[in-house]
């Protein structure tokens, strides 16, 4: 069975300080995901990591991928309250219907003024 | 810009009753997806498409069938809803390539009694 862990389940975090997702993943894939989950809306596409050593940044917020280990992180760099939010890691899985997409039960943010 | 549109956005039915949810993306996408999400399970493929007249079993297909006759739109059928089925429900898209991002609809919040 294939099986995608994120932890901690949940974070609460003062602003200003520093913190890391992680994501461990089961099966072999080259491709992985983060989205963000604003409480009642939709999921939104944070970063795509496609290879073993890729690094993707977006202001105070950094996704890598180490497929060796089936390790992403998603790493929080001085937190402010607007990123308070639930964050899903997914990761793409070659079937002989197609690809398909596991996600991860989600790391629920909280960022505390 | 659309993008991916889901209806309805809520619905309360009794067990054994059934229903259709319509997801309807303008982005041309070949891939569409339908999706479970349960509190702490994270969301759950349920079907999807890799374009029109084709559909696959994702991970929880179990009472659930999926049609694609038009190629911008998905439908998920519940033929006879059961308690279990309690769930919110997201509608995706993408376009395959070497980013298969996903572009999720506001999703449909389902109670089944």
């Known amino acids: 069975e294939l099986k995608v862990e994120q932890n901690p389940l949940f974070l609460s975090m003062q602003e200003g300080k520093n913190y890391t997702i992680y994501c461990n993943y089961s099966?072999?894939?080259?491709?992985l995901y983060w989205y963000r989950q604003d409480p009642g809306k939709s999921l939104e596409s944070l970063f795509v990591?496609?290879?073993?050593?890729a690094v993707k940044q977006e202001g105070r917020l950094m996704a890598s991928l180490d497929t060796k280990a089936r390790l992403s992180t998603l790493h929080i760099t001085a937190a402010v309250h607007d990123l308070s939010a639930t964050y899903f890691c997914?990761?793409?899985?070659?079937?002989?219907?197609?690809?398909?997409?596991?996600f991860g039960t989600g790391t629920s943010l909280t960022v505390i003024p | 810009n659309a993008g991916v549109t889901q209806t309805p956005k809520f619905r309360v039915l009794k067990t054994g009753q059934s229903m259709t949810l319509l997801c309807a993306q303008d982005m041309n996408h070949e891939y569409m997806y339908w999706y479970r999400q349960d509190p702490g399970m994270g969301l759950r493929l349920i079907h999807y498409s890799v374009g029109e007249g084709t559909t696959a079993k994702g991970e929880v297909p179990d009472g659930y069938n999926v049609s694609r006759l038009k190629k911008q739109n998905f439908l998920l059928g519940l033929e006879s809803a059961a308690p279990s089925q309690t769930s919110v429900y997201f509608c995706?898209?993408?376009?395959?390539?070497?980013?298969?991002?996903?572009?999720f609809g506001a999703g449909t919040r389902l109670s089944v009694l």
């Open positions: 995706a898209s993408s376009l395959w390539g070497a980013k298969n991002i996903q572009y």
């Open positions: 997914a990761v793409e899985v070659g079937r002989g219907t197609g690809n398909q997409f596991y």
């Open positions: 099966t072999t894939s080259d491709r």
């Open positions: 990591l496609l290879s073993n050593g």
